[in-house]
């Protein structure tokens, strides 16, 4: 995998990244690839918002309600099946390809900005 072209600082701010708490994780069987429907509470400013992430070999469903996880919040909502995904749930993909949830390592407050 080869590095991407080089940015500014101002294309990098124009992605708004923020922390989330996972309140619902839902089965998605109409998804096209496995995936599950998330509900994410960013916090009283941003609100509630749901995402579809293709984290189902790597997560079960109990184990998400609580988690934090970043979110890219301002591309436009995009539809998924029969759900509109309104913010981009962020990973890495681990040796198998499997999506893995980047995440804070403390606890922060929801709605927190990414920099």
């Known amino acids: 995998m080869s590095i991407s072209e080089q940015v500014t600082f101002d294309d990098f701010a124009k992605l708004d990244i923020r922390v989330g708490t996972i ?3 839902l089965p998605f ?5 496995p995936a599950y429907r998330l509900t994410i509470d960013f916090g009283p400013e941003i609100g509630i918002k749901r995402s579809s992430a293709q984290i189902t070999a790597r997560y079960t469903l ?3 309600p609580g988690r934090q996880v970043a979110a890219v919040i301002n591309f436009p909502p995009r539809q998924i099946g029969p ?3 309104e913010v981009l749930t962020l990973g890495f993909p681990d040796e198998n390809g499997e999506v893995v949830l980047v995440q804070p390592t403390l606890p ?3 709605g927190g900005r990414l920099y």
């Open 108 to 110: 922060v407050p929801n």
């Open 62 to 64: 109990d184990e998400l």
């Open 29 to 33: 069987p109409q998804a096209r690839k």
């Open 23 to 25: 309140v619902e994780a």
């Open 83 to 85: 759900m509109m995904s």
